[in-house]
Protein backbone atom coordinates (compact mmCIF):
# COMPACT_ATOMS: atom_id res chain seq x y z
CA UNK A 1 0.00 0.00 0.00
CA UNK A 2 2.87 2.44 -0.02
CA UNK A 3 4.64 4.01 -2.67
CA UNK A 4 2.43 4.06 -5.41
CA UNK A 5 0.04 7.51 -4.96
CA UNK A 6 -3.76 5.79 -4.19
CA UNK A 7 -6.19 5.15 -6.66
CA UNK A 8 -9.68 4.26 -6.91
CA UNK A 9 -10.85 0.02 -7.19
CA UNK A 10 -11.81 -0.60 -10.53
CA UNK A 11 -15.17 -1.20 -9.69
CA UNK A 12 -15.55 1.80 -7.95
CA UNK A 13 -14.24 3.66 -11.39
CA UNK A 14 -16.86 1.47 -12.90
CA UNK A 15 -19.86 2.16 -11.17
CA UNK A 16 -18.88 5.43 -10.59
CA UNK A 17 -17.89 7.04 -13.70
CA UNK A 18 -16.28 9.93 -12.05
CA UNK A 19 -15.62 13.48 -13.76
CA UNK A 20 -13.74 14.61 -10.77
CA UNK A 21 -11.75 12.90 -7.83
CA UNK A 22 -10.83 14.00 -4.74
CA UNK A 23 -8.66 12.34 -1.86
CA UNK A 24 -10.11 13.70 1.38
CA UNK A 25 -8.55 11.38 4.46
CA UNK A 26 -6.05 8.34 3.68
CA UNK A 27 -5.10 7.35 7.28
CA UNK A 28 -4.69 4.34 9.52
CA UNK A 29 -5.78 1.84 6.73
CA UNK A 30 -8.50 4.05 5.17
CA UNK A 31 -8.75 6.13 2.62
CA UNK A 32 -11.89 8.86 1.93
CA UNK A 33 -12.84 9.83 -1.62
CA UNK A 34 -15.34 12.40 -2.63
CA UNK A 35 -16.23 11.73 -6.10
CA UNK A 36 -18.44 13.20 -8.86
CA UNK A 37 -19.82 11.78 -11.35
CA UNK A 38 -23.18 11.49 -13.79
CA UNK A 39 -24.73 9.59 -10.86
CA UNK A 40 -24.01 12.19 -8.87
CA UNK A 41 -21.47 12.90 -5.43
CA UNK A 42 -20.48 10.35 -3.38
CA UNK A 43 -18.06 9.75 -0.73
CA UNK A 44 -15.71 6.49 -1.66
CA UNK A 45 -14.23 4.89 1.35
CA UNK A 46 -11.31 2.35 1.18
CA UNK A 47 -10.15 0.41 3.37
CA UNK A 48 -6.71 -1.73 3.63
CA UNK A 49 -4.80 -3.48 6.68
CA UNK A 50 -2.29 -1.67 8.79
CA UNK A 51 0.57 -3.26 9.47
CA UNK A 52 2.24 -3.27 12.50
CA UNK A 53 4.64 -0.53 13.93
CA UNK A 54 6.43 0.43 17.30
CA UNK A 55 3.22 1.87 18.68
CA UNK A 56 0.70 0.01 16.65
CA UNK A 57 0.02 -3.67 16.21
CA UNK A 58 -1.48 -4.92 12.90
CA UNK A 59 -4.74 -4.13 12.55
CA UNK A 60 -6.55 -6.64 9.56
CA UNK A 61 -10.04 -5.08 10.41
CA UNK A 62 -9.68 -1.68 9.44
CA UNK A 63 -9.74 -3.57 5.59
CA UNK A 64 -13.20 -5.03 6.38
CA UNK A 65 -14.20 -1.78 7.60
CA UNK A 66 -16.22 -0.21 4.30
CA UNK A 67 -17.96 -3.49 3.64
CA UNK A 68 -19.21 -3.72 7.28
CA UNK A 69 -20.58 -0.22 7.31
CA UNK A 70 -21.83 -1.27 3.78
CA UNK A 71 -23.82 -4.20 5.34
CA UNK A 72 -25.16 -1.98 8.39
CA UNK A 73 -26.59 0.75 6.01
CA UNK A 74 -28.24 -1.94 3.95
CA UNK A 75 -29.67 -3.20 7.09
CA UNK A 76 -30.65 0.47 8.25
CA UNK A 77 -32.91 0.46 5.08
CA UNK A 78 -30.62 3.03 3.20
CA UNK A 79 -30.56 2.45 -0.87
CA UNK A 80 -28.26 4.74 -2.39
CA UNK A 81 -25.07 3.18 -1.51
CA UNK A 82 -22.66 -0.64 -2.41
CA UNK A 83 -19.97 -2.22 -1.44
CA UNK A 84 -17.51 -5.10 -2.47
CA UNK A 85 -14.34 -5.98 -1.91
CA UNK A 86 -10.59 -5.00 -3.76
CA UNK A 87 -7.47 -6.45 -4.19
CA UNK A 88 -6.08 -5.29 -0.37
CA UNK A 89 -9.48 -5.08 1.48
CA UNK A 90 -13.01 -4.07 1.30
CA UNK A 91 -14.71 -0.81 -0.33
CA UNK A 92 -18.35 1.37 -0.52
CA UNK A 93 -19.75 4.35 -1.43
CA UNK A 94 -22.51 6.74 -0.24
CA UNK A 95 -24.06 9.91 -1.07
CA UNK A 96 -22.01 12.57 -0.33
CA UNK A 97 -22.98 15.40 2.24
CA UNK A 98 -22.20 18.93 2.16
CA UNK A 99 -21.27 21.08 4.97
CA UNK A 100 -19.35 21.58 7.78
CA UNK A 101 -19.03 18.88 10.54
CA UNK A 102 -19.73 20.14 14.35
CA UNK A 103 -16.43 20.64 15.21
CA UNK A 104 -16.01 23.23 12.34
CA UNK A 105 -19.35 24.55 12.60
CA UNK A 106 -18.66 25.71 16.42
CA UNK A 107 -14.83 26.96 15.66
CA UNK A 108 -16.04 30.67 16.59
CA UNK A 109 -17.50 29.55 19.78
CA UNK A 110 -14.32 28.13 20.88
CA UNK A 111 -12.09 31.71 20.57
CA UNK A 112 -11.12 33.41 24.28
CA UNK A 113 -13.09 35.84 24.09
CA UNK A 114 -16.29 34.90 22.17
CA UNK A 115 -19.36 36.36 23.07
CA UNK A 116 -21.17 33.82 20.42
CA UNK A 117 -22.66 30.65 22.45
CA UNK A 118 -23.45 27.71 20.26
CA UNK A 119 -26.82 27.26 18.96
CA UNK A 120 -29.18 24.68 20.17
CA UNK A 121 -30.58 23.93 17.05
CA UNK A 122 -27.10 22.66 15.72
CA UNK A 123 -26.86 20.35 18.74
CA UNK A 124 -30.74 19.15 18.26
CA UNK A 125 -29.80 18.31 14.56
CA UNK A 126 -26.90 15.87 15.86
CA UNK A 127 -29.62 14.66 18.86
CA UNK A 128 -32.01 13.99 16.04
CA UNK A 129 -29.58 12.10 14.07
CA UNK A 130 -28.61 9.98 16.64
CA UNK A 131 -32.26 9.54 17.91
CA UNK A 132 -33.33 8.07 14.43
CA UNK A 133 -30.07 5.57 14.66
CA UNK A 134 -31.26 4.56 18.46
CA UNK A 135 -35.14 4.28 17.63
CA UNK A 136 -33.48 1.70 14.48
CA UNK A 137 -32.44 -0.17 18.04
CA UNK A 138 -29.06 0.65 17.44
CA UNK A 139 -25.82 1.58 19.22
CA UNK A 140 -23.11 4.01 16.71
CA UNK A 141 -19.57 2.93 18.60
CA UNK A 142 -17.64 5.95 17.03
CA UNK A 143 -19.52 9.13 18.05
CA UNK A 144 -17.39 12.10 17.70
CA UNK A 145 -18.25 16.12 16.34
CA UNK A 146 -16.29 15.07 12.54
CA UNK A 147 -18.75 12.19 12.39
CA UNK A 148 -21.92 15.33 12.54
CA UNK A 149 -21.95 16.51 8.86
CA UNK A 150 -24.43 19.58 9.52
CA UNK A 151 -26.09 20.03 5.95
CA UNK A 152 -28.74 22.79 4.93
CA UNK A 153 -31.58 20.35 5.24
CA UNK A 154 -30.39 18.50 8.06
CA UNK A 155 -27.29 16.96 9.78
CA UNK A 156 -26.20 13.29 8.89
CA UNK A 157 -24.37 11.11 11.34
CA UNK A 158 -21.70 9.20 9.38
CA UNK A 159 -19.36 6.48 10.10
CA UNK A 160 -21.52 3.39 10.95
CA UNK A 161 -18.50 1.19 10.28
CA UNK A 162 -18.57 0.20 14.17
CA UNK A 163 -22.17 0.43 14.54
CA UNK A 164 -23.85 -2.49 16.74
CA UNK A 165 -27.65 -3.62 16.71
CA UNK A 166 -28.05 -6.15 14.05
CA UNK A 167 -26.70 -8.95 12.25
CA UNK A 168 -23.51 -8.23 10.20
CA UNK A 169 -21.96 -11.10 7.99
CA UNK A 170 -19.85 -13.07 9.35
CA UNK A 171 -16.71 -12.56 7.38
CA UNK A 172 -17.27 -8.42 7.56
CA UNK A 173 -17.35 -8.37 11.26
CA UNK A 174 -14.53 -7.82 14.07
CA UNK A 175 -14.88 -6.84 17.56
CA UNK A 176 -14.83 -3.40 18.78
CA UNK A 177 -12.14 -2.31 20.63
CA UNK A 178 -12.94 1.01 21.78
CA UNK A 179 -13.00 4.36 19.86
CA UNK A 180 -10.98 7.74 20.18
CA UNK A 181 -10.57 7.76 23.86
CA UNK A 182 -11.97 12.01 24.18
CA UNK A 183 -15.28 10.21 23.25
CA UNK A 184 -15.19 6.91 24.78
CA UNK A 185 -17.75 6.58 28.11
CA UNK A 186 -16.49 5.21 31.27
CA UNK A 187 -17.12 1.47 31.20
CA UNK A 188 -16.49 0.95 27.54
CA UNK A 189 -12.81 2.55 28.39
CA UNK A 190 -12.48 -0.08 31.64
CA UNK A 191 -13.82 -3.04 29.08
CA UNK A 192 -10.78 -2.13 26.76
CA UNK A 193 -8.56 -1.71 29.15
CA UNK A 194 -9.42 -4.74 31.23
CA UNK A 195 -10.44 -7.34 28.04
CA UNK A 196 -9.42 -5.41 24.94
CA UNK A 197 -12.63 -5.47 23.91
CA UNK A 198 -16.05 -3.52 24.40
CA UNK A 199 -19.90 -3.53 23.57
CA UNK A 200 -20.93 -0.03 21.88
CA UNK A 201 -24.26 0.74 23.57
CA UNK A 202 -27.14 3.54 22.71
CA UNK A 203 -25.91 4.57 26.58
CA UNK A 204 -22.10 5.10 25.35
CA UNK A 205 -22.94 6.92 22.69
CA UNK A 206 -25.23 9.72 24.45
CA UNK A 207 -22.07 9.90 26.58
CA UNK A 208 -19.82 10.49 23.41
CA UNK A 209 -22.26 13.11 21.85
CA UNK A 210 -21.89 15.11 25.38
CA UNK A 211 -18.43 14.92 25.08
CA UNK A 212 -18.63 16.13 21.50
CA UNK A 213 -20.64 18.92 22.29
CA UNK A 214 -17.88 20.25 25.03
CA UNK A 215 -15.33 19.79 23.33
CA UNK A 216 -16.60 21.50 19.98
CA UNK A 217 -18.25 24.42 22.19
CA UNK A 218 -15.00 24.96 24.61
CA UNK A 219 -12.25 23.37 22.98
CA UNK A 220 -11.73 20.92 26.39
CA UNK A 221 -12.32 17.76 26.53
CA UNK A 222 -14.57 15.77 29.19
CA UNK A 223 -11.46 14.22 31.01
CA UNK A 224 -8.58 15.28 32.58
CA UNK A 225 -5.03 14.13 30.90
CA UNK A 226 -2.23 15.14 29.37
CA UNK A 227 -2.45 15.85 25.38
CA UNK A 228 0.64 13.30 25.00
CA UNK A 229 -0.28 10.68 27.40
CA UNK A 230 -0.14 7.21 26.10
CA UNK A 231 -3.74 5.65 25.09
CA UNK A 232 -4.06 3.70 28.26
CA UNK A 233 -3.40 5.92 30.25
CA UNK A 234 -5.77 8.52 28.81
CA UNK A 235 -8.17 5.29 29.32
CA UNK A 236 -7.45 4.91 32.80
CA UNK A 237 -8.07 8.50 33.19
CA UNK A 238 -11.60 7.77 31.62
CA UNK A 239 -12.08 4.89 33.45
CA UNK A 240 -11.74 6.54 36.94
CA UNK A 241 -14.10 9.20 36.02
CA UNK A 242 -11.49 11.88 36.18
CA UNK A 243 -14.15 14.95 34.96
CA UNK A 244 -12.55 18.32 33.95
CA UNK A 245 -14.55 21.04 35.79
CA UNK A 246 -15.59 22.66 32.58
CA UNK A 247 -19.24 23.50 31.56
CA UNK A 248 -20.41 24.00 27.87
CA UNK A 249 -22.37 27.23 28.22
CA UNK A 250 -26.28 28.71 28.35
CA UNK A 251 -28.64 25.89 28.21
CA UNK A 252 -26.45 22.80 27.32
CA UNK A 253 -24.58 23.04 30.43
CA UNK A 254 -27.04 21.11 32.74
CA UNK A 255 -27.64 18.59 29.88
CA UNK A 256 -24.08 17.79 28.95
CA UNK A 257 -23.49 17.43 32.41
CA UNK A 258 -26.06 15.05 32.71
CA UNK A 259 -24.51 13.15 29.67
CA UNK A 260 -21.36 12.94 30.97
CA UNK A 261 -22.54 10.82 33.88
CA UNK A 262 -20.53 8.48 35.21
CA UNK A 263 -22.96 5.58 35.31
CA UNK A 264 -24.31 4.75 32.06
CA UNK A 265 -27.87 3.88 34.04
CA UNK A 266 -27.62 7.97 35.06
CA UNK A 267 -27.39 8.93 31.45
CA UNK A 268 -30.82 10.68 29.75
CA UNK A 269 -31.79 8.70 27.07
CA UNK A 270 -31.04 10.79 23.38
CA UNK A 271 -34.92 10.89 23.31
CA UNK A 272 -35.25 12.99 26.92
CA UNK A 273 -32.00 15.07 25.73
CA UNK A 274 -34.01 15.80 22.66
CA UNK A 275 -37.26 16.92 24.35
CA UNK A 276 -34.61 18.71 26.86
CA UNK A 277 -33.23 20.74 24.12
CA UNK A 278 -36.69 21.28 21.78
N1 LIG B 1 -20.87 10.70 3.30
C1 LIG B 1 -19.95 11.64 3.53
N2 LIG B 1 -20.20 12.93 3.21
C2 LIG B 1 -19.27 13.89 3.43
N3 LIG B 1 -18.06 13.66 3.98
C3 LIG B 1 -17.75 12.40 4.32
C4 LIG B 1 -18.68 11.32 4.12
N4 LIG B 1 -18.09 10.18 4.54
C5 LIG B 1 -16.87 10.53 4.98
N5 LIG B 1 -16.64 11.86 4.86
C6 LIG B 1 -15.42 12.62 5.22
O1 LIG B 1 -14.32 11.73 5.36
C7 LIG B 1 -13.87 11.69 6.72
C8 LIG B 1 -13.52 10.26 7.11
O2 LIG B 1 -14.66 9.43 6.92
P1 LIG B 1 -15.14 8.35 7.98
O3 LIG B 1 -16.43 7.82 7.47
O4 LIG B 1 -15.14 8.93 9.33
O5 LIG B 1 -14.05 7.21 7.82
P2 LIG B 1 -12.76 6.81 8.70
O6 LIG B 1 -12.95 7.34 10.08
O7 LIG B 1 -12.76 5.34 8.61
O8 LIG B 1 -11.60 7.43 7.97
C9 LIG B 1 -15.04 12.26 7.52
O9 LIG B 1 -14.62 12.84 8.72
C10 LIG B 1 -15.59 13.28 6.55
O10 LIG B 1 -14.82 14.47 6.55
MG1 LIG C 1 -14.37 8.25 11.12
Not at 151 to 173: F, K, M, N, W
Not at 204 to 224: F, N, Q
Not at 246 to 271: C, N
Request: include cysteine; aromatic fraction near 8%; glycine fraction near 10%.
Amino acid sequence: MSGSPPELPLVVLDALMPTTQRLVANRRGSMVWEVEGDRGRYAVKVGYPIEATADWPAQPWTALAPAREGTVLHRLGFDDFAYGEWDHGTWNFQPWHEGPDLYQLWEPCRNRDSLIEPHTNDALGCVEALAELHAKGWAHGDIQPAHFIIGPERTHLIDLALARGGLVPQGYDFPFRGCLVHYEAPEIARSVLTTGEAEPTQEADVYALGASLLISATGWRAVEYADDAPRPVQREAVANGKRRPVKAPGELGELVDAMLSYSPGDRPTIYEVGKALS
